[in-house]
């Protein structure tokens, strides 16, 4: 069985049947979240897939709703999300959504440092080792109920667009995963929602950073910290200071990189605010 929706119907749809808790926008596109009513509350909640990966299940105020991350590589078109009712193990169906075209901005930027831009062998070595440390980060799923009430994380100026495409000294690179704020060295760094620490520690283009466990899937990092004053393991309330704003890693000046992960795929931090 397939559902396809229209979009204006569909933020409809889902307006209607969230509950009175914040959710973040609905936003279909590259790097977006698809919000997707899976199945009443008045059934078990179900297990939903999208590549072959878990997805958030959040209780809306008629259905159970699918925060559904959108990878920023996604091609544009029609997308499923697979659907496991618990109560039936064996039943499983389809929704799906379309993810339209977005042109994303391009952004140059100078690194002094040509290691940050141009890795040496030694430093390679380094880099291949976090690639995997990170991937296994972002694929983190635990039970958790995550609040999806997020805080901006500090003040500062917007620095630097998700998804804008890189060129780090006239040299491409991967679009960028999440909000830069600008702010000065030293200033307070807040979790932007309750969670728990998986990672605590430096690695060589984040510099300084904290990775927290909101749970379902979603994940947020905080990176370029000049201090991190949290623990692996810790349990973190939203608004607890976790770090400083600092320059570690690959930047050009003092600011926040702010990522956040649902399902494994980069989104747009800013649809997490009101």
Not at 158 to 168: K, L, T
Not at 173 to 196: E, F, L, Q, T, V
């Amino acid at each position: 069985m397939k559902n396809l929706i229209k979009p204006s119907l569909f933020l409809l749809f889902v307006l209607l049947s969230t509950s009175v808790f914040a959710f973040p926008r609905n936003d279909l596109k590259p790097g977006g979240i698809a919000i997707i009513p899976v199945g009443s509350i008045n059934k078990p909640k179900p297990q939903v897939f999208y590549t072959k990966k878990p997805v958030a299940v959040i209780k809306g105020k008629t259905n159970w709703l699918a925060i559904t991350g959108i990878s920023l590589d996604a091609k544009v078109g029609t997308h499923h999300v697979s659907i496991q009712d618990t109560d039936h193990i064996k039943q499983k169906h389809k929704s799906s959504f379309k993810v339209h075209h977005h042109k994303y901005r391009t952004q140059r930027l100078t690194i002094r440092n040509k290691n940050k831009v141009n890795p040496n062998k030694k430093s390679m070595q380094r880099i291949m080792k976090e690639m995997k440390l990170k991937k296994r980060l972002i694929k983190t799923f635990s039970q958790t109920t995550p609040q999806l009430s997020f805080i901006k994380p500090v003040s500062g100026r917007d620095s630097g667009r998700f998804g804008a495409r890189r060129i780090f000294n006239k040299q491409k690179r991967n679009p960028h995963s999440g909000m830069d704020i600008a702010s000065p060295s030293g200033r307070s760094i807040k979790a932007s929602s309750s969670g728990k620490v998986i990672y605590a520690g430096n690695l060589f283009f984040t510099g300084n950073v904290v990775y927290l466990d909101h749970g379902n899937g979603l994940i947020s990092l905080y990176a370029h910290l000049s201090k991190i004053l949290v623990k692996m393991n810790q349990t973190i309330k939203k608004g607890q200071i976790i770090g400083k704003v600092g320059k570690t890693g690959r930047v050009t000046g003092p600011h926040l990189h702010w990522s956040v992960y649902l399902n494994g795929n980069a989104v747009d931090p800013a649809l997490f605010l009101p």
